[in-house]
C-alpha cells in the first residue's frame, strides 16, 4: 500500500460538523442539492484523523487509526497516540535488508502492509506521537521523497556490486544513518507520562497481544479455508493471510462492525468511482465507458444501483491488475441509504482538509467487496463458525 496524499482541494457535498468527533450518532450528512439520504447503522470510536503527508505510509497510518480504536474498544481510553514514523522508520532497514538478499529483485519503497506494523510491533515495540514525530520540522508535512531515494540508491548500488562481496554491517550503518538523518534517532528509552519506558514495555503496557491479529481476504487462485502469500508488491517480506469464500468474507466485515470491532482495510482506490473529495467510494451497475458526462456526474448527486460483485468478477479484476494493494484505510462503521444500500464509514489518512467530510468517506458495500486486497482485525471479531473453519482459535 503506498496511495500518496491527493493534492486537490475538496468540495465535497456532504455536510461534516467540524467539531464533531467519531462515533458518529447521526447520519454523517445528508448531501446538499441531492438525493442521498444516510442512516447510521453503526458508528465505532476512532481517535483524529492524522496526515501522512507526501509519503507511501497509509500502511502504518491506518494501523496505528486501528489499534488505538482497539484500545478504545478494550476500554483504555481515547488518549492514545501511536507514533506511525516509528513503526516506518523501524520497517525501512529491514526492507533494505530484504532487497539486498533478493538481488535486487523485491520492492524497496516506501509502501508496505498491515503485517509490517504487526511485525515491527513484535520485534520493537511502539511509541507515542509526541516522543516520535518522525520529523525534524513539526510545521512542515511529512515528505520522504529523498529518504527514500537515497536508500534505494544505497542499496541498489549493494545488490548490483559485481564483486559480490556484500557487506551487510556497512549496508546496515548507511541505512540506519540515513534514516536518523531524514527521520530522527529511534529512543531506545523514554519518559512519557512520568513513567520510563523503552519501546517494547510501552508496547506492553497498552495491552494489545500482536498474535491476537489475522490478516483475511478473498481469492480463488488459492484454496479457501486456509493461509497463503498474497501477491502484491508491497507484501515484501512474504506474510500470509486466511483465504475465505466472498460470502463469508462479507459476514466477516459486517459483523466485526455491528458487534463493535473496526478494521483495517487494504483497497485499491485508483476506480473512477473512488470520490475522496466528494465523500464517496461508488461501483456503478453501469459501466463508465458506458456513462455520458452528465450520467457521471450524477453519481454523487443520488443513489444508483451498485454493481453485483461476484467471485469471479473479482478475481478476474486482481488477475488484470485492475484492483491492487495501493491504500490503507480505517473502516470504523456502517450506513444505509434510503434504498437500504449499505455503506462503510471509511477513516482516511489524508488530513482533515481535503475533503469536506473531516478526511471521512463512505464506500459503498459493492466497492469494499469488490476491490478490497486484505483486511487486518481482532480475530475474536470473526463469527465462531467461520473461525473454525479456517483453523483460528479465538
Known amino acids: ?220 487462485h488459492h484454496p479457501f479455508y486456509s493461509k497463503f502469500t498474497l501477491e502484491v508488491p508491497d507484501n515484501w517480506n512474504w506474510d500470509q493471510m486466511y483465504n475465505l469464500p466472498l460470502n463469508e468474507f462479507q459476514v466477516v466485515m459486517q459483523s466485526a462492525i455491528n458487534n463493535g470491532f473496526t478494521f483495517a482495510w487494504a483497497a485499491d482506490v485508483s476506480e473512477k468511482g473512488f470520490k475522496f473529495k466528494e465523500g464517496l467510494a461508488v461501483v456503478p451497475e453501469m459501466p463508465f465507458s458506458e456513462m455520458s458526462d452528465a450520467e457521471k456526474a450524477d453519481l454523487v448527486k443520488k443513489p444508483h444501483t451498485q454493481f453485483k460483485v461476484t467471485q469471479e468478477n473479482r478475481q478476474l479484476a486482481f488477475d488484470n491488475y485492475e484492483t491492487q494493494d495501493d491504500h490503507g484505510m480505517h473502516i470504523v462503521g456502517l450506513v444505509k441509504d434510503q434504498n437500504s444500500t449499505p455503506y462503510y464509514i471509511v477513516k482516511n489518512s489524508w488530513g482533515k482538509d481535503r475533503n469536506e467530510c473531516d478526511g471521512y468517506f463512505y464506500a459503498s458495500e459493492a466497492y469494499v467487496l469488490y476491490k478490497t486486497t486484505s483486511i487486518m482485525l481482532h480475530k475474536k471479531a470473526i463469527p465462531a463458525a467461520i473461525a473454525k473453519k479456517l483453523g483460528i482459535v479465538q
Open 1 to 220: 500500500m503506498k496511495k500518496l496524499f491527493i493534492t486537490t482541494i475538496a468540495i465535497c457535498s456532504f455536510t461534516f460538523s467540524k467539531a464533531q468527533q467519531a462515533p458518529y450518532q447521526e447520519p454523517l450528512s445528508n448531501m446538499k442539492g441531492s438525493e442521498y439520504k444516510f442512516t447510521v447503522v453503526k458508528s465505532l470510536d476512532a481517535n483524529a484523523v492524522q496526515n501522512q503527508g507526501q509519503t507511501g505510509t497509509c500502511w502504518s497510518f491506518s494501523s496505528m487509526s486501528f489499534f488505538e480504536s482497539e484500545l478504545i474498544r478494550m476500554g483504555k481510553g481515547k488518549d492514545f497516540n501511536f507514533a506511525e514514523m516509528y513503526i516506518a522508520r523501524k520497517a525501512y532497514p529491514l526492507k533494505a535488508d530484504n532487497y539486498v538478499r533478493m538481488h535486487g529483485r523485491a520492492n524497496m519503497a516506501e509502501g508496505g502492509g498491515f503485517s509490517d506494523v504487526v511485525n515491527v510491533m513484535k520485534k520493537y515495540g511502539l511509541v507515542p506521537e509526541e516522543v516520535y514525530p518522525g520529523k525534524k520540522n513539526l510545521k512542515e508535512a511529512h515528505n520522504h521523497s529523498v529518504l527514500e531515494a537515497t536508500i534505494k540508491g544505497i542499496t541498489s548500488a549493494v545488490a548490483d556490486d559485481k564483486n559480490n562481496k556484500i557487506d551487510f554491517e556497512a549496508m546496515h550503518t548507511a541505512v540506519e544513518s540515513t534514516c536518523d538523518a531524514f527521520l530522527g534517532k529511534a529512543p531506545e528509552k523514554f519518559t512519557y507520562k512520568g513513567k520510563e519506558y523503552t519501546p517494547k514495555s510501552y508496547a506492553e503496557a497498552t495491552g494489545i497481544n500482536p498474535d491476537d491479529y489475522v490478516f483475511l481476504t478473498s481469492f480463488t
